[in-house]
């Protein structure tokens, strides 16, 4: 959730939603998450989808205890579980953090080394009094200005991923993100109101009854807006009506000081990856606390510290999670989760060295 110049309620009144609610984790088909899939999609996708999962489990490579890793002997076994793990296509779908954010698919295609992450939308517009406000065109141009926000931040993401696993050392993902807007298997939908309907833009990743995490936007969010950071504080200010449209940065001042960022991307962000924010507010700021969701955020950080290495801050910056429209290293977390999750392999950002296969003649 980013927050604008809208007026907040009082202090100690939570706000209506707040991202990172508790909520049923999506990634197993149990008894409980497949009844409802049942009704939505019939009996048939739900038998094909579990008996899929059934054999995936069974094929995942798992080393035997037993056998000296740096021997021949689990030499050869690597080999063995190698070629048979390339025989197949892994998945995972509706996948969400152990944060219990995020809704998205991943397929790994162990022949092409190439892992695609499959993220679809829908667009809802509220229904307002006055059904001209609605008109064909201006659905359409609110749809292109969401689509535009989106891709030029999550649909350029790249990177590669490498297995850690002994003698899979060479084993890559890399990485492709594809976004789509499809109203009838949404991961996300977005609700789109007129000015003054709906006075935040926010994401909700508490599921709704369709599985599908929700973002709740104003039509005069729908473009990017403007903050500039003040040098001493480091604190952010909305100024974009100051700056107008196109955004002039004032005579004199650093560029370097001003962001921009596209808010459905940000929002975007929570509800399909499964990111927290990382921008930094007012700490005596009650409702900033509320909306920051701390908890969440230090989840991610202890993952991104236990996956890659690094501990991420909050800070107000170019980052799109922040205040800006740049997709970093750490927002690849959810990606290289759920790449471990569909295969059982551990992966890293660092390639590994490759092992010497071991001398078997005598």
Same mark, same amino acid.
């Given at each position: #959730? ?7 309620? !009082? ?5 209506? %939603? ?20 049942? @009704?939505?999609?019939?009996? @048939? =996708? ?11 489990? &069974? ?12 021997? +021949? ?23 969400? /953090? ?11 295609? *162990? ?20 059904? &001209?406000? $609605?008109?064909?065109? /201006? =659905? ?21 991923? $490498?297995?850690?696993? !002994? ?41 709704? %009854? ?17 903050? %500039? ?16 449209? *196109? ?7 650093? !560029? ?16 399909? *990856? ?13 409702? #900033? ?5 701390? +908890? ?11 996956? #890659? ?9 170019? @980052?799109? #999670? ?11 977390? *959810? ?15 660092? =390639? ?11």
């Amino acid at each position: #959730m980013i927050r604008y110049h809208h007026t907040p309620p !009082p202090l100690g009144v939570a706000p209506p %939603r707040q991202i990172g609610l508790p909520r049923v984790p999506g990634t197993a088909l149990t008894r409980a998450t497949a009844l409802p899939l049942q @009704r939505d999609v019939g009996n @048939r =996708k739900v038998t094909t989808a579990v008996l899929q999962r059934a054999a995936q489990d &069974s094929a995942r490579p798992v080393p035997d205890p037993t056998v000296d890793q740096d021997s +021949a002997e689990g030499y050869f076994a690597a080999q063995d579980a190698i070629r048979a793990f390339q025989q197949q296509l892994w998945t995972v779908r509706n996948y969400q /953090l152990p944060t219990g954010w995020g809704n998205f698919d991943l397929t790994y295609c *162990p022949v092409s080394q190439q892992v695609r992450v499959d993220i679809r939308y829908a667009v809802t517009f509220a229904d307002p009094a006055d059904p &001209s406000v $609605w008109a064909d065109h /201006l =659905k359409a141009a609110a749809r292109a200005e969401i689509e535009r926000s989106i891709q030029q931040v999550w649909g350029r993401v790249v990177g590669t991923f $490498w297995c850690q696993q !002994p003698w899979w050392e060479h084993l890559r993902a890399e990485l492709k993100v594809r976004i789509v807007e499809d109203d009838a298997t949404p991961h996300c939908r977005i609700t789109v109101y007129q000015d003054g309907r709906n006075s935040e833009a926010y994401a909700v990743s508490q599921r709704n %009854r369709a599985n599908e995490t929700e973002i709740h936007i104003s039509v005069g969010d729908l473009a990017d807006r403007q903050f %500039r950071i003040d040098p001493q504080t480091r604190t952010a200010k909305d100024v974009t009506s100051e700056l107008g449209f *196109p955004p002039r940065i004032p005579e004199g001042a650093d !560029p370097e000081d001003y962001l921009t960022c596209p808010v459905v991307a940000h929002e975007f962000g929570h509800a399909g *990856p499964g990111l927290p924010d990382v921008y930094r507010g007012r700490e005596d700021d009650g409702w #900033m606390r509320a909306w920051h969701n701390q +908890a969440s955020f230090d989840d991610f950080q202890q993952l991104v510290q236990q996956e #890659m290495g690094r501990k991420p801050e909050r800070r107000n910056d170019r @980052r799109v #999670m922040s205040h800006g429209n740049v997709a970093t290293l750490d927002d690849l977390l *959810p990606f290289l989760l759920a790449l471990q999750e569909a295969t059982g392999l551990d992966w890293g950002e660092r =390639k590994q060295p490759a092992r010497e296969a071991p001398v078997c003649l005598p």
